[in-house]
């Protein structure tokens, strides 16, 4: 069965760090992998996509993702951590059978500290 | 959040109430897709929509029923609500089929329910 995961509910940073938050996934066929930001009270933004080509993929806000497919990981990253990016991060791939129907991990809070 | 409108914001009912919840969306994209939210689970999908009047179940389809009579609305119905379908719901919608092609959903800013 198609899957994510989210191995760490919680990632700490200080601000001006680098981040990283970890990703998993499980699929059939080629993988097309998303990942998408929560800010309280909020709907989902969309920030970066793989689907096929470079490994490292950059995205909004600064945000970068590399897909690894012999470990089967999709990582997100930022060389300098802010505050402002303090939110819930969800990563997601499409499921086989079309339609666009996407699967998400569980989610990872994401604090920075000043 | 551009584009999508859901309406209710908030609901609290009781349960065995029917509820209906609405997307409304400005982009005349052809997918739109009902989630919900819940703490452990990220998103889950309840239906989609491929289409006016073309609609099928997701993972999470039980107690729920969907209708799309227009591009721009998805009405998602709970027939009798339930204390487990307390929850926070999003509409989302997409330009294409996918999977390379016009892939990103976009969200609404979701409805928080409440079932007693």
């Known amino acids: 069965a198609q899957s994510v995961a989210q191995p760490e509910d919680q990632v700490n940073v200080a601000e001006g760090n680098p981040l990283t938050v970890k990703c998993t996934y499980s699929v059939s066929g080629n993988p097309y992998l998303f990942w998408y930001v929560q800010y309280p009270n909020r709907g989902l933004q969309f920030l970066l996509k793989y689907i096929t080509g470079d490994n490292l993929v950059k995205g909004s806000y600064g945000f970068e993702a590399e897909f690894n497919k012999s470990q089967t990981s999709f990582h997100l990253k930022k060389p300098s951590a802010l505050v402002s990016d303090s939110a819930l991060y969800f990563c997601a791939v499409i499921l086989s059978g079309g339609y666009n129907k996407l699967i998400f991990g569980a989610g990872t809070r994401l604090a920075v500290h000043p | 959040d551009a584009g999508i409108t859901q309406s209710p914001r908030h609901k609290v009912t009781e349960t065995g109430t029917p509820v209906t919840l609405r997307c409304h969306q400005t982009?005349?994209?052809?997918?739109m897709y009902w989630y919900r939210q819940d703490p452990g689970h990220g998103l889950r999908l309840i239906h989609y929509s491929y289409g006016v009047k073309d609609t099928d179940k997701g993972e999470v389809s039980d107690g729920y029923s969907v209708s799309r009579s227009k591009t721009e609305d998805f009405l998602l119905t709970l027939e009798s609500a339930t204390s487990s379908q307390t929850s926070v719901y999003f509409c989302?919608?997409?330009?294409?089929?996918?999977?390379?092609?016009?892939?990103?959903?976009?969200f609404g800013p979701g409805t928080r329910l409440t079932v007693l």
């Open positions: 982009e005349n994209h052809r997918y």
């Open positions: 989302a919608i997409s330009a294409g089929p996918g999977p390379t092609t016009d892939n990103e959903q976009f």
